[in-house]
C-alpha cells in the first residue's frame, strides 16, 4: 500500500518538478514584456534609414539666386555718342523707359526701309518722355560723319550712334551673330527693368512694330 501511495505521488509531482527546472516557458513567460523592452525608444538613427534624405535636404534652396542674375550686360554702360547732337550716352542712361535698338549699315537698303517704319511708329506714339529709339551702326568700316550724313538726310531724328567692335561682339553674342547681320533687319526692345526681348528678324511695319512695344510701354516700374 505504501509503495502505491509514493509511485502515485512521484507520479503526480514529476511533470511540475521538470517544469520548474528548466522546462519550456509557459504562455504567461513568454507574453510577459521584460522590463528593459517596456523602456526602450528606437533613436531617430533606427526609425529613419541613413539613406533617406531630411526634409532639409529634399527641399531645394529656391529662394538663393546669383549675385549677378539681375546684373545688366556690359555694353548697358559703353559710352556711345549720338552723331545728331555729339552727346555721350549709355543705354543704362535710360533705365525705366522704353528702348528699341536696331543694328544697321548705312549701304544697307532693307535697314533704310525698316528704319521708315520706325519714324512712322514714332508719328504713331506721338511725343513721349519713356520711348527712346536708338540705330546703332555696327559696320566697322562707317564712321560717325557718314552716319550723322545718312541720318540727316533721311530726315531721322532719334538716336544714332556707332558701336565699338567691343559692343557689337557683345551683342552678337547675347543675342545672335544674325544681329550683326543689317539685311535681316535686327531689333531688340529694352524694357523698364533693363530686360532685352529680340523680335523678329525681317522688315516690321510700325504697326506690327507698335503691337511688340505695347505690353512695355504699358507696364510700369
Known amino acids: 500500500m505504501k509503495i502505491r501511495t509514493i509511485s502515485f505521488s512521484l507520479m503526480f509531482f514529476l511533470p511540475v518538478l521538470l517544469t520548474a527546472c528548466g522546462g519550456a516557458p509557459t504562455a504567461d513567460v513568454m507574453e510577459k514584456p521584460t522590463e528593459a523592452m517596456m523602456d526602450y525608444t528606437p533613436t531617430p538613427e533606427v ?22 542674375a539681375m546684373a545688366m550686360p556690359d555694353w548697358f554702360g559703353a559710352s556711345l555718342t549720338d552723331v545728331n547732337t555729339g552727346q555721350a550716352f549709355t543705354i543704362n542712361d535710360f533705365k525705366g523707359q522704353v528702348v528699341l535698338v536696331e543694328t544697321m549699315a548705312v549701304w544697307c537698303p532693307s535697314c533704310f526701309t525698316q528704319q521708315e517704319q520706325i519714324n512712322a511708329l514714332h508719328a504713331l506714339l506721338g511725343e513721349r518722355d519713356d520711348f527712346v529709339s536708338i540705330s546703332l551702326d555696327i559696320d566697322p568700316n562707317e564712321d560717325q560723319d557718314t552716319l550723322s550724313s545718312h541720318a540727316r538726310n533721311a530726315g531721322f531724328t532719334w538716336i544714332y550712334a556707332v558701336a565699338s567692335p567691343e559692343v557689337s561682339r557683345e551683342i552678337a553674342s547675347l543675342y545672335g551673330d544674325q544681329f550683326l547681320n543689317p539685311p535681316s533687319t535686327p531689333i531688340l526692345v529694352v524694357d523698364r527693368h533693363g530686360a532685352a526681348h529680340p523680335l523678329p528678324f525681317g522688315i516690321k511695319s510700325a504697326e506690327d512694330l507698335l503691337q511688340a512695344l505695347q505690353p512695355y510701354l504699358d507696364e510700369s516700374m
Open 47 to 68: 526609425m529613419m534609414p541613413h539613406d533617406t534624405p531630411t526634409a532639409e535636404a529634399a527641399m531645394p534652396d529656391d529662394t538663393a539666386m546669383p549675385e549677378d
